[in-house]
């Protein structure tokens, strides 16, 4: 007689979710903001080849090294194998609903903010499309906000239900998804204004009848 095994719901929801994350690992676990060698930039989740100069998107205001030295161990090592990135915009909805519940679980992240042109092109390139928000964990991406599977996928990679996080530790203030071009310098007018010319010197009197010769004493 053969015995069938019933595996509970829950438990393979689960493991699915542990096998995403696991998956996950594999790829990369950040964006990549890359200058190809003909100074064209493309946006990927993959490491660039060889010979392309790239950024990752994951810095802030705070270096990532000195946000994770304020965390305690155990949440300093999920937040290294399993980053949290939250992709938002203003006057956005679900993108409070999601920071509000990222911050009360005690979750560190990073928030790239989608304003412009630039920052709408780059997740549409990195997302397939630029609706907001969206939520990476390590190399999972989730599209729009579900309190339900925001959590789940926060379960499955081993984060708290309640906060750890110390009193005063406050996570980095949001950036630009596509970092502003540097300001251009502003010449200083005086330096390149033409040197002033030294006043012509007035005529000399003309001569006057009782003077033909024009002779000044």
Avoid at 32 to 55: E, H, L
Avoid at 123 to 134: C, E, H, M, T, Y
């Amino acid at each position: 007689m053969k015995r069938s095994i019933r595996q509970h719901p829950a438990t393979l929801a689960t493991a699915s979710l542990l096998l995403a994350l696991a998956v996950s690992l594999v790829q990369a676990q950040g964006i990549y903001r890359i200058v190809g060698p003909d100074g064209r930039v493309t946006f990927s989740d993959k490491p660039p080849a060889a010979g392309d100069k790239t950024t990752p998107l994951a810095t802030d205001g705070r270096s990532e090294t000195q946000a994770a030295s304020e965390l305690p161990y155990e949440l300093r090592q999920l937040a290294r194998r399993y980053p949290v990135t939250l992709y938002s915009g203003d006057n956005c909805a679900p993108c409070d609903s999601g920071r509000t519940l990222l911050n009360s679980r005690g979750i560190p992240f990073t928030e790239r903010s989608v304003a412009t042109p630039q920052d709408a092109d780059a997740l549409q390139k990195f997302n397939g499309d630029a609706s907001i928000p969206v939520l990476t964990i390590g190399g999972q991406r989730l599209k729009g906000f579900l309190a339900a599977d925001w959590s789940q996928y926060l379960d499955a990679a081993g984060y708290p239900k309640t906060s750890q996080l110390p009193a005063n530790y406050r996570n980095p203030a949001p950036t630009p998804l596509v970092p502003p071009p540097p300001p251009v310098p502003v010449n200083d007018n005086r330096s390149t204004a033409p040197a002033e010319r030294e006043p012509a010197p007035s005529p000399a009197p003309a001569p006057s009848p009782g003077n033909p010769a024009g002779i000044v004493f």
